[in-house]
């Protein structure tokens, strides 16, 4: 089937009005907005969309904060199981999924955000903490009041950890100045109080910057005797550790509990936002509205239908420059729509091209089929298939359904190769009971094993590699067709 054939649709209404147009519009399967330069902004739109910005926001910091994926990955599916059910979710007005999105967020999130809350600054008091006590380490000896130190009316006192290698040139500068060294527990360093006068201030400390050496100092709040200040910090850490211990298990339990929830409002608040975003800043003037997008011609009369309050038209597109830019929309029964993943992943066709979707839906299966004919394998695949079709989201539940029909093609394929992992299927206890005379399946037992490569004669593989090549030329014949045909149609 060919690309969907597109015209424009096109909504005049009172600017106030526009978020039911928009209410309206998310009732189709299909609408591309025409981007217009507008910078008429809608009150309207804009409070509905900070309230949906705001909301989303808000979900998104939770779900990072319990380090939630927003989509359950492969490994999760195959040995957790995890599975979450697809929720409908219908309102009549954009603004009650706005209101309705505002009540639910909180009751979903508040302790999780709470606790996060608690979490973070569990977290800030460890690190400053550790800072700390990192810093104190090597002066948790002195049992000296810093509070004290500093620039006083007539004299200059302060605390100094230097590399005990340059005390000697310190000593040596300094000659004229007291200074009294202290023995650190690390051998490399040594601590020194300078005292001395308000006018030598200024020297002492740019020898000492010098050093690259500033003044020891302990933050306020803290005891100011270093001994003291390090004994605190320890005693701080090991409370904060086993508090972040117990934030983390009650994170656990309660991002186990409200997971499935959280990301389902998650996705509403991201539908209703993105929807709100595109449809921001439509065209026309002040008091109006006019609102343009791309719809399949198959929907006009709903479109007229929907938008019947308004004044709304739909028209042909016939100019050169806009038809070799319009958007592509795939129309394909449910069945076929399965293989347009892999339409998708190759590149869409543009308008006036062949979709191949039709032509994959066909050739895939009866390639699948003869390349791996087997029963067991088959049937093996098709369950991990359907097991990502039903459990997982997405697109992997659309490449899920791709693979179950894969195996399925195998399986077919296997039966009549009379091939279960790679045994003939009259070894297994099973069939063989099934298949035999009197059995209830002997009716069509001609049919396993009606290809085997084992049971056939020279002539018959042969013929059935002329087959194999045939339909290979038919392929590829028709690849170069459609070639052909899009390269005619394009000029």
Not at 69 to 77: C, K, L
Not at 343 to 358: A, H, L, M, V
Not at 420 to 438: D, I, M, N, R
Request: hydrophobic share 45%.
């Amino acid at each position: 089937m060919a690309v969907a054939e597109l015209v424009v649709g096109t909504i005049v209404l009172p600017r106030t009005e526009s978020p039911n147009a928009i209410s309206r519009l998310a009732e189709f399967e299909w609408f591309h907005k025409i981007e217009t330069e507008n910078e008429t902004v809608t009150p309207e739109i804009d409070d509905l969309l900070l309230s949906a910005q705001k909301t989303y926001q808000s979900i998104e910091e939770v779900l990072k904060g319990l380090k939630i994926p927003p989509r359950v990955g492969i490994m999760e599916i195959l040995f957790k199981g995890t599975m979450f059910k697809k929720k409908n979710y219908e309102l009549n007005e954009i603004e009650n999924m706005i209101s309705d999105l505002e009540k639910r967020t909180p009751d979903v999130i508040s302790k999780a955000s709470k606790i996060l809350e608690e979490e973070a600054e569990t977290k800030r008091s460890l690190e400053t903490y550790t800072a700390l006590k990192e810093t104190l380490q090597i002066a948790s000896k002195l049992n000296i009041n810093l509070s004290n130190f500093g620039l006083m009316r007539y004299f200059y006192t302060n605390l100094f950890v230097i590399n005990s290698s340059d005390y000697g040139e310190i000593a040596r500068t300094l000659d004229e100045i007291p200074i009294y060294k202290y023995e650190l527990k690390s051998k490399d360093k040594s601590a020194i109080i300078i005292i001395c006068s308000v006018k030598d201030s200024d020297k002492v400390l740019k020898i000492m910057r010098a050093l690259n050496s500033n003044p020891f100092t302990i933050p306020q709040g803290f005891p100011q005797i270093p001994s003291e200040a390090f004994s605190l910090a320890e005693s701080k850490i090991k409370e904060l550790s086993a508090k972040q211990k117990s934030i983390s298990k009650e994170l656990a339990k309660i991002t186990k509990k409200i997971r499935g929830d959280v990301l389902a409002i998650h996705e509403t608040a991201f539908v209703a936002k993105d929807v709100l975003e595109t449809l921001r800043k439509p065209g026309g003037t002040k008091r109006f509205a006019v609102i343009q997008g791309y719809i399949p011609k198959k929907m006009e009369k709903k479109f007229k239908d929907v938008t019947n309050q308004w004044m709304s038209v739909t028209e042909e597109i016939k100019d050169p420059e806009v038809l070799s830019n319009l958007p592509v929309h795939l129309q394909n029964p449910k069945w076929v729509r399965t293989y347009q993943v892999i339409t998708d992943s190759q590149g869409i066709p543009k308008r006036g091209e062949f979709d191949p979707t039709w032509f994959i839906a066909v050739m895939w299966p009866i390639f699948y089929g003869i390349m791996f004919a087997d029963m067991g394998h088959g049937l093996l695949l098709m369950g991990l298939g359907l097991l990502f079709k039903f459990k997982g989201q997405g697109m992997l539940s659309r490449w899920g359904m791709l693979l179950a029909m894969s195996g399925g093609a195998g399986a077919v394929a296997g039966i009549f190769q009379g091939e279960a992992f790679g045994f003939h299927l009259e070894h297994f206890a099973v069939f063989e009971s099934l298949l035999h005379e009197g059995g209830p399946l002997y009716s069509i037992s001609w049919l396993v094993g009606a290809i085997s490569v084992a049971e056939l004669t020279f002539e018959q593989v042969i013929m059935i590699l002329k087959v194999s090549i045939f339909l290979g030329v038919i392929h590829l014949g028709w690849a170069f067709i459609l070639r052909i045909h899009n390269f005619w149609r394009t000029g």
